[in-house]
Nanobody
Framework: QVQLIESGGGLVQVGASLRLSCAASGPSVSRSIMAWIRQAPGQEREFVAAVSWGGANTRYADSVRGRFTISRDNVKSAVYLQMNTLKSEDTGVYYC????????????????????WGQGTQVTVSS
């Protein structure tokens, strides 16, 4: 089981940067794929980025590739999302999610594959 708590959201202007953090706990954290998934008002949840167990493999949505970077610190049991050059369309609630994976290199990108979710943190990008 995995428990997740996000932090770092806020209101920023277009072009700004923001760093989200996710504190993870539970016996399965070290074997979990960690991801950030967002949801804009009136829209379905959208995959943003994910990282494998050891951090070697990452995946990004096309809309954020080159602007966002996901990383994890397994000593601190934390996952981060560095967001640069933010756009208004990046606005939404950002969720940290986890999925236990059988293989170290696995990375999931479908939100329905993630069993554990945090409460979310709001990111608002204003123009």
């Amino acid at each position: 089981q995995v428990q997740l708590i996000e932090s770092g959201g806020g209101l920023v202007q277009v072009g700004a940067s923001l760093r989200l953090s996710c504190a993870a706990s539970g016996p399965s954290v070290s074997r979990s794929i960690m991801a950030w998934i967002r949801q804009a008002p009136g829209q379905e949840r959208e995959f943003v980025a994910a990282v494998s167990w050891g951090g070697a493999n990452t995946r990004y949505a096309d809309s954020v590739r080159g602007r966002f970077t996901i990383s994890r610190d397994n000593v601190k049991s934390a996952v981060y999302l560095q967001m640069n050059t933010l756009k208004s369309e990046d606005t939404g609630v950002y969720y940290c999610a986890a999925a236990i994976a059988p293989l170290r290199g696995d990375v999931f990108i479908n939100p329905t594959d993630f069993r554990y979710w945090g409460q979310g943190t709001q990111v608002t990008v204003s123009s």
